[in-house]
């Protein structure tokens, strides 16, 4: 025989092997297991297993484009590849990330001949999967709908917000999986079996977001994305990834809080000095116009003021807080209700802007800008970078960005055009070394690794809906960060010390909250407010209550002493809904949050995260257990190891934290 013929017998037999190959693959750990399979009529789908257990059931996979639809299938190629990396952040909850994969690529052809070609990308981690589709077409495409389902095996719990393309501030809802209709993501549940699984996205870029709605037959979810005025889903180009549909899966529900895996399927940084992207404590202008004490607009209330600015930072340089933010600087504000139109660079008559920017660098302080767009994302994108531009003249690095009103021309925040609008904003940003703390966002997806500058955003109920609505419950609070937080920081802007303004106390002289609404409060112990510091996890974070009510009160240290630039960070335990533990180190100290619901609770917590062989010194901010009053709180300090168990005993809606300083420091 002789070589022509032997290369094209070992040509044949590659490729029947590569027809008898299954499309299917495993985690490193060979604990979790994908299989896509067509059926006879060419739909192709997916699956989950999780030991001996399904978690999804076969799941359609596809995209209806208005040129052709990519639903029908044969397989054409596989692909696989493994990966092992340790990479490093900035900053971040966790400096140090191993990304650690099994990837399988599914080449499909059109069953009906068309030369249509999707591929489809599985990353199989040992706490999840991913999936993405990939297009290599010609021409560009017009989205219409996307096909992704998620058929659940068995019934389970799960916590959600309703899907909504406009906003993510959202009561929670703990619903059976059989009786969820809509949802937005990331949404967590946990089997019949016990595993825990949260659907989310990573890598959203040029695309709208993707929403949950039942299927037609009622036995699962599919994708629902955001559309356009047109009812158009996206406008992309032939050659196309979609984001990353991603499935977390892990044994305790606080193992999906210590997953990377939503940043681990975003690519490297694309800002190659990031030296001036810092983590940050801040205090701001914000608070009282939420009750109602303070204006944005210029008058006798108004509380960005050149005093009043002056007065913030000198609170900040006395108090080892690294920022100071301003709401209501600008002229605009009087506008607002209708068709909003702001100066992004010209400040009201009564801030001097130019004398603030000063005496903060004479202080050591960081000046945060606000723009507040209103939905006026043609008007703010005319004069973004003229104000950019401006801050950075001005030594200014840290943007807060709002959009709290319908986008012009009936598009919706999280459609496509929204999207890329976010992200002209990040990239512009960049350009002017500016990080970004954005309210009213597109959600937390994981860019933060490519474009470490986008720090923080909002993208739930956050602070100020205790001051004008029935507010954030101890539940509430306990369900955070085992959802919205699984997609990234959160700008919850924490720690309200003067936790009761309700018409009870009234006829004591002090202010009412907008109003005679009795129900404005915090529903939180006063030691709860300290612990959602580590809790509620953002690299840009604040200190919201008026500055007069932390000057001189002692419980204020543990902010003065919390470090936002966090090494590492684990959660303990916890369970959904119930109660959460929460450890951070940052250089050789640590940080600890807890927080319960609305039952008192007893926490036993080993401390073997702390470092071997070293004596810390534990001051403790506790509830005052012999006291009904949630303002109370005590100060505890021992001397402490990590061979100690530390009790921490918790009043309903109650908390704790701790900062653990090595002794020698003390």
Not at 352 to 365: H, M, N, P, Q, W
Not at 448 to 475: D, F, I, L, V
Not at 620 to 642: F, G, H, K, N, Q
């Amino acid at each position: 025989m002789n070589r022509f013929v032997k290369f094209v017998a070992l040509c044949a037999l590659l490729f029947a092997v590569a027809c008898t190959e299954k499309p299917e693959a495993t985690s490193p750990d060979g604990r979790i297991a994908v299989r896509v399979e067509v059926d006879n009529d060419g739909a192709a789908r997916y699956s989950v297993t999780v030991g001996d257990k399904v978690v999804i059931a076969p799941s359609l996979l596809g995209i209806i484009t208005r040129e052709g639809d990519f639903t029908k299938f044969k397989i054409a190629g596989l692909h696989r590849t493994s990966h092992d990396e340790e990479w490093f952040s900035p900053w971040g909850e966790n400096k140090r990330h191993v990304n650690r994969y099994n990837e399988l690529a599914v080449e499909l052809s059109d069953a009906n001949g068309v030369n249509n070609t999707l591929t489809v990308r599985f990353r199989i981690f040992d706490d999840g999967i991913a999936f993405r589709y990939e297009l290599n077409e010609p021409d560009s495409l017009t989205v219409m709908d996307e096909l992704t389902e998620f058929r659940f095996a068995e019934d389970g719990t799960s916590w959600s917000i309703a899907g909504n393309f406009e906003t993510y501030e959202l009561p929670y809802r703990e619903l059976p999986l059989s009786a969820v209709e809509d949802a937005n993501t990331p949404f967590t549940f946990r089997t019949e079996s016990g595993i825990f699984c949260s659907l989310h996205e990573a890598a959203l870029y040029d695309y709208p977001e993707m929403t949950l709605r039942r299927t037609d037959d009622g036995n699962g979810l599919i994708s629902a994305l955001a559309p356009l005025p047109d009812g158009v889903k996206a406008h992309i180009s032939g050659t196309f990834t979609t984001p990353w549909r991603t499935i977390q899966i892990c044994d305790r529900a606080v193992d999906l809080i210590n997953s990377s895996l939503i940043l681990n399927l975003n690519e490297p940084s694309k800002i190659e000095d990031t030296s001036w992207i810092r983590p940050q404590k801040y205090i701001g202008v914000w608070w009282g116009m939420h009750l109602g004490t303070q204006t944005w607009i210029m008058g006798p209330r108004h509380g960005a003021t050149t005093e009043n600015g002056v007065r913030h930072i000198d609170f900040a340089a006395a108090n080892n807080i690294d920022g100071v933010l301003f709401e209501g600087w600008n002229c605009g504000w009087e506008n607002w209700g209708g068709d909003q139109h702001f100066d992004y660079v010209v400040p009201y008559a009564d801030f001097d802007l130019e004398y603030i920017a000063s005496y903060a660098r004479e202080k050591g302080v960081q000046l945060w800008m606000h723009n507040e767009t209103g939905g006026n994302i043609p008007e703010y994108e005319a004069e973004m970078e003229r104000a950019m531009k401006r801050y950075a003249e001005l030594g200014v690095h840290t943007l807060k960005t709002g959009y709290a009103g319908g986008f012009k021309g009936g598009y919706l925040h999280h459609s496509q055009y929204g999207v890329q609008h976010y992200q002209r904003v990040v990239e512009l940003a960049a350009k002017y070394h500016i990080m970004v703390d954005v309210h009213e966002p597109i959600k937390a997806t994981g860019i933060r690794r490519t474009w470490p500058n986008m720090m923080t955003r909002e993208g739930a109920r956050g602070m100020e809906w205790n001051a004008w609505s029935e507010g954030n419950s101890s539940e509430y609070l306990c369900t955070l960060p085992f959802v919205r937080l699984l997609g990234g920081p959160m700008d919850y802007t924490p720690g309200v010390f003067d936790i009761d303004y309700s018409t009870a106390k009234a006829d004591k002289g002090r202010l009412k909250w907008n109003g005679d609404n009795e129900h404005c409060c915090i529903k939180t112990t006063l030691a709860r407010q300290i612990a959602n510091w580590v809790i509620i996890y953002s690299p840009l974070q604040m200190a919201c209550d008026l500055i007069e009510n932390y000057d001189g009160h002692p419980a204020f240290a543990f902010f003065r002493d919390y470090d936002a630039d966090c090494d590492l960070s684990r959660a303990l335990q916890g369970e959904i809904g119930d109660y959460i533990v929460i450890m951070r180190r940052a250089g050789d100290r640590y940080f600890l949050g807890a927080g319960t619901n609305s039952e008192a609770r007893t926490i036993e917590q080993p401390l073997d995260f702390l470092d071997k062989g070293t004596n810390y010194t534990a001051t403790i901010y506790c509830d005052d257990i012999a006291s009904s009053e949630p303002e109370d709180y005590v100060i505890l300090s021992r001397e402490v190891t990590a061979d100690d168990t530390l009790t921490l005993e918790l009043l309903p809606d109650g908390g704790a934290a701790v900062t653990f300083i090595p002794l020698q420091h003390s």
